[in-house]
């Protein structure tokens, strides 16, 4: 899924609507309105103040573009680029009262995808050099899930399912009452209904076993399979039952999975790495908005 797919130009016009609103720009900016001058033009550049992987000046661009709101922002740097503190990543041209009634809402989101690439950014390159491919988890703040995703691609991962809707994930809550044939029987034939309703980007499936691995390898129209909470040792067998059984079933190790213990997951050949803390333990970075 590409940025345009992520973030279109009418939803990044949406959320900018709604930030402003909730920043109390419909009321006016009273600072800005009673000490600079209308129509005072002005350029402000965007600095960081902390190394940091960019992300978010693209989309954001866009959107002022078609609010058509008397600012326009243009990018020093590019999506995805790295850079050290004090890098201008791009400029505010235009009304500065409007530069300035926007500067907060403009930092606030820049400084959450910022936060959110760079982390990314971390765990990928944790695992250079091995198959496994960092994805997100559905952990995203609400509200802001296409953002986060977005920040998650910036940063080298890989965007999972959007939500509910676009693939199934049947996970141990799901299949808690079934076990053994009775488990492959009917996750047969709830996964036959499901591509029968829908398209689906992918079937996915959780186990917590190797005995429940062997059963899920074994149903017909499973894509990937979620090893949940596995060490490296007993991920290792996993591969090694998967590679026998069915090699293009896909393997996704997930659970409490941390910058320390990523490298060794990777090394156990799984296939993707899904990770809650991309989007749930990223620190909003420091930009600065500098006349």
């Not at 980007?201 to 076993?209: H, N, R, S």
């Not at 997951?265 to 930009?287: F, H, K, Q």
């Amino acid at each position: 899924m590409d940025a345009s797919e992520l973030l279109s130009t009418a939803l990044i016009v949406e959320d900018l609507d709604r930030w402003l609103r909730e920043d109390g720009l419909d009321a006016g900016d009273v600072t800005s309105e009673v000490i600079v001058e209308a129509d005072n033009e002005g350029t402000f550049r965007l600095v960081a103040r902390e190394p940091m992987v960019v992300c978010g000046l693209e989309p954001l661009g866009r959107g002022l573009a078609a609010l058509e709101c008397d600012v326009a922002l243009a990018a020093s740097v590019d999506e995805g680029d790295q850079v050290e503190s004090g890098t201008t990543l791009g400029t505010l041209t235009g009304e500065r009262r409007t530069a300035l009634a926007l500067e907060r809402s403009i930092l606030n989101i820049l400084g959450r995808t910022c936060g959110v690439a760079t982390l990314t950014h971390r765990y990928v390159a944790a695992v250079t050099d091995t198959r496994a491919v960092i994805t997100d988890t559905r952990k995203t703040i609400p509200g802001l899930r296409r953002w986060d995703k977005y920040a998650v691609t910036c940063g080298g991962g890989m965007s999972h399912r959007m939500g509910l809707h676009d693939a199934a994930l049947f996970k141990d809550n799901h299949l808690a009452s079934l076990q053994g044939a009775q488990m492959a029987e009917q996750l047969a034939g709830a996964i036959a209904r499901a591509r029968a309703d829908r398209s689906l980007a992918f079937v996915q499936v959780e186990v917590d076993t190797q005995d429940q691995l062997a059963v899920v390898l074994g149903v017909p129209g499973v894509d990937i399979i979620l090893l949940d909470n596995m060490p490296p040792d007993v991920l290792k067998e996993a591969v090694a039952t998967r590679d026998a059984v069915a090699p293009n079933v896909q393997l996704e190790a997930s659970g409490g999975i941390t910058l320390a213990s990523v490298r060794a997951v990777a090394e156990s050949g799984v296939d993707r790495i899904a990770i809650g803390a991309l989007t749930r333990d990223a620190t909003i970075l420091d930009i600065g908005l500098d006349a």
